[in-house]
């Protein structure tokens, strides 16, 4: 007896074709994870600057959730010299 | 030859030693297969694998990052491996594009703080990340009828205020449905989460619809009553109307990830 919507073998991978929204997986891979300082310093400018240059696009980082690197607010060409 | 650096995806839990070959020949960025880098007296491994150094070098990075299909390409890919990881075992994923200058360099680092990513690999393991996103849907959009008013007591212009009356109080009645639906979530929610994040409504161009997307939470399930908790939720907030819940996942608790020793102060609480 088995329910017939059912698959026969819960598969370990997502399937393919079911693809997930990145807008769901940016928030999770940008403001998500074990930050740590690798060899490349990307970190602080450079996150931050991804959150600056896709800010119309996503907007990743959470205001009430400020990341490590929030205080230091690089000047990265946004252009607005004040 | 291309010079490569050491990409790491996430520090996950080898307790029996099958996982090097589990993931065997597993694609990571860039399409190289991914590995694991291990230190004496700890079963927690870190899974890297090599990108072209000119790709990852700052300046580069930070060109790339600014090009959305470039960085789609990689966090799908450091995607990819951590459902492997998460497939299989206890999973601490890392924040998008760590990366080290080579693999003993990653080793070091393992070295240095295997103690706090396996206080936290131990809290993690056996339970996964659920997202609910609830959304208002665009009352003003379906209240709009096709044909004039029937009312055909009105002035023109009086039946056009009363008809902008009905939009707007269809639209207050939908972000009232969602506070409640809000509620209502949460409550189904705490019934079994652990913990929960709350990151921000999703907005810009990337928002899938359709509506306006008001709570977008990450939830910590343990695995055994994840399924509970998808229905719950998604019973929830049946009968409000113009409001949507969307259950993504079960997700690698990516949202969770973070390390105790991250946090400004230790809490107070007992």
Known sequence: ?82 | MTATVSYAYAVARDADGSLEEALSGLPGVAEAPVHLVRVEHSDDVVVVSPVPERDFQEAALRAHLEDLDWLESVARAHHRVIQALAARTAVLPLRLATVYLDDERVRLMLRVRHEAFASRLTDLAAQVEWGVKIYVEAAAETERPASPPTDAGLSPGRAYLSQRRAQRHAREDAYRGAEQAAERVEAAARAYAVDRVQHRPQQGELARGPGENVINDAYLVPLQQAEDFRADVMQAAEGLPGVRVEVTGPWAPYSFAALAEAEPLKGTTP
């Open chain 1, 1 to 82: 007896m088995r329910a017939a919507s059912r698959p026969e073998a819960t598969p370990e991978e997502p399937l393919p074709q079911r693809q997930i929204a990145l807008i769901d997986l940016l928030d999770r891979l940008l403001s998500g994870g074990v930050v740590l300082t690798g060899d490349v310093v990307l970190s602080i400018a450079d996150i931050d600057l991804v959150r600056i240059s896709l800010r119309a696009l996503i907007v990743s980082i959470s205001e009430q959730n400020p990341s490590p690197w929030h205080a230091i607010s690089a000047p990265t060409g946004d252009d607005h010299d004040r």
